[in-house]
Each structure stands twice: as C-alpha cells, then as structure tokens.
C-alpha cells in the first residue's frame, strides 16, 4: 500500500509564493515518475509538472517559469515551488506517484 501526503497549500497574495510539499511511504518502486496535477472548480484536472527518477521535467505552459518541480529520491519526497503566483493558479493541488497513486489534494488560493 502506497500512500501519499502533501503539505504546503494556503492562501496568498497575487504574486506570492508556496512551496507544496508530498511524502509517499509504503511499498514504492523506484524509478517512477512524481508529478503535480491541479483541479479548479469547474475545470478537468490539469497537468503541473513531472519529474522522473533521473530529474528530468516537464511543465505545463501557463506555469513555465514560474514553477520548479524537485525531488528527494531518498526520501521519496517531490516538491512544487511556485512563485509569481496569480489567481488562476487557484486550484486544489494533487501529487501522483506513476499516475497510479494520488495525495488527497491540498488547496492553494492565490487573492487579494
């Protein structure tokens, strides 16, 4: 069983910044790809940002430059830092593990 825990969200001002934090622990292989996905009232889920085993990335458009996604092999941790945030960044927030495992979202709003 794999579960993950994510941290970081909040509320803050256009601008600001968060760092969003999600912990697996259970039974995890090791080579799978971590990512972030977002869900605003309304809309599909969205792809963040990915980041597989080696470090590499990818990122969605809208966030490019502004977002970097990490990760801590060792300690099975992927992180989201944001910075330049804006209102459309407002969503509930998931980390997946291989897209098989998913965080039980954590809620970012971004207003002033």
């Known amino acids: 069983q794999v579960q993950l825990v994510e941290s970081g969200g909040g509320l803050v001002q256009p601008g600001g910044s968060l760092r969003l934090s999600c912990a697996a622990s259970?039974?995890?292989?090791?080579?799978?790809?971590m990512g972030w996905y977002r869900q605003a009232p309304g809309k599909q889920r969205e792809l963040v940002a990915g980041?597989?085993?080696?470090?590499?990335?990818n990122y969605a458009d809208s966030v490019k430059g502004r977002f970097t996604i990490s990760r801590d092999n060792a300690k099975n941790t992927v992180y989201l830092q944001m910075n330049s945030l804006k209102p459309e960044d407002t969503a509930v927030y998931y980390c997946?593990?291989?897209?098989?495992?998913w965080g039980q979202g954590t809620q970012v709003t971004v207003s002033s």
């Open positions: 997946t593990l291989g897209h098989v495992y």
């Open positions: 980041i597989t085993s080696g470090g590499n990335t």
């Open positions: 259970g039974s995890i292989r090791s080579g799978n790809v």
